[in-house]
């Protein structure tokens, strides 16, 4: 990310924020630590430090991760930035897509297993009442999962969904966090 600019791009902007990267290993993912270890070693680390209004960014699976740390840990982000988010497995968006609607899938959607991430993340989307975390999305037009993106997309509001030009890769990533940086979302203190 440091490589790609992205963290060249906030300083640019004169943003006053500080960027925390942090490195998801597979193995984290596989025995199903990420979610604690966003919990504890990132939102509680932060909060111990002052930090009043966090927000994740993620690409792909890590966008994936941070929508489902917000379903299952509600109120402790402020918001998400989700670039060529993993919309989860390709059964589940079947299912969804046989429902005929979101909302008729919500109705009678059970997980698959105990812990069903993609399950949660998607009953998360799917509540009307859901207002916060804050939500932007952005893919490329051409990124092979642009129809779950899409899919992902209608459940928010106008202004927070982005698509441009290209697929599952780094030029169009960092052209959507430039736009989404220039939305002015972060332009008070995040520790105030």
């Known amino acids: 990310l440091v490589q790609q600019g992205f963290a060249g791009a906030v300083r640019e902007r004169r943003l006053p924020v500080d960027l925390w990267f942090v490195q998801t290993e597979l193995a984290q993912l596989v025995d199903r630590t990420a979610m604690q270890r966003l919990d504890v070693d990132i939102v509680d680390a932060a909060r111990e430090q002052g930090y009043r209004r966090l927000w994740f960014a993620g690409i792909s699976l890590g966008a994936f991760l941070a929508m489902g740390y917000a379903a299952r840990w509600p109120g402790r982000v402020e918001g998400i930035v989700g670039l ?101 979302v972060l332009d008070r203190p995040c520790n105030a």
């Not at 589940?92 to 991430?117: F, M, N, T, V």
Request: overall charge neutral; proline content about 7%; glycine content about 12%.
């Open 84 to 184: 060529g988010t993993y919309p989860g497995r390709r059964p589940l968006l079947q299912e969804i897509a046989q429902a005929g609607s979101l909302d008729a899938w919500r109705r009678g959607a059970k997980p698959r297993e105990e812990d069903d991430l993609d399950h949660d993340i998607w009953a998360w989307l799917a509540r009307a009442d859901r207002k916060t975390p804050a939500l932007y999305l952005g893919h490329g037009a051409q990124d092979r999962f642009a129809d779950g993106q899409a899919l992902m997309g209608s459940t928010l509001a106008a202004g927070h969904v982005d698509v441009v030009p290209g697929g599952h890769d780094w030029p169009p990533w960092r052209a959507l966090w430039a736009r989404w940086l220039d939305k002015g």
